[in-house]
């Protein structure tokens, strides 16, 4: 087993003022898990609720073998070290936290008005 990290984007069924309060300067990370099977690594990358299935995001069961979100780029092994290494620094995850909490905030919000629409 193994983790992976990969950099994604916000995409186009999250509204616009949505996205734009996301920092530009922040790159959008994504983790996941694979596990070699018969010398074969396979995704394993179960990250949206079964609520946002019915609003057309990608809801993963665990053997689907792709991740939740399209990944524009895979970290190497050695950037994902550097990765790891950056954010066990507190004050990187306290300034990343502040500095995207607006987007955040908005997300959820909107994540929440989805799974109360679709009910």
Avoid at 37 to 49: C, F, G, K, V
Avoid at 66 to 88: G, L, M, N, P, V
Avoid at 93 to 99: K, L, M, N, P, Q
Wanted: with cysteine.
């Amino acid at each position: 087993m193994r983790g992976r990290v990969g950099e994604t984007y916000l995409d186009e069924q999250i509204p616009l003022e949505v996205r734009n309060l996301y920092p530009a300067n922040i790159p959008l990370t994504h983790f996941w898990a694979e596990i070699e099977i018969e010398n074969n690594w396979r995704i394993l990358d179960a990250s949206y609720d079964p609520e946002l299935a019915k609003v057309g995001f990608i809801v993963n069961e665990w053997d689907s073998n792709r991740t939740c979100f399209e990944i524009t780029k895979a970290y190497t092994h050695e950037e994902i070290i550097e990765y790891q290494t950056k954010w066990s620094d507190p004050e990187c995850a306290r300034s990343y936290f502040e500095a995207i909490g607006q987007c955040a905030t908005a997300l959820n919000n909107w994540f929440e008005t989805l799974r109360m629409e679709s009910k």
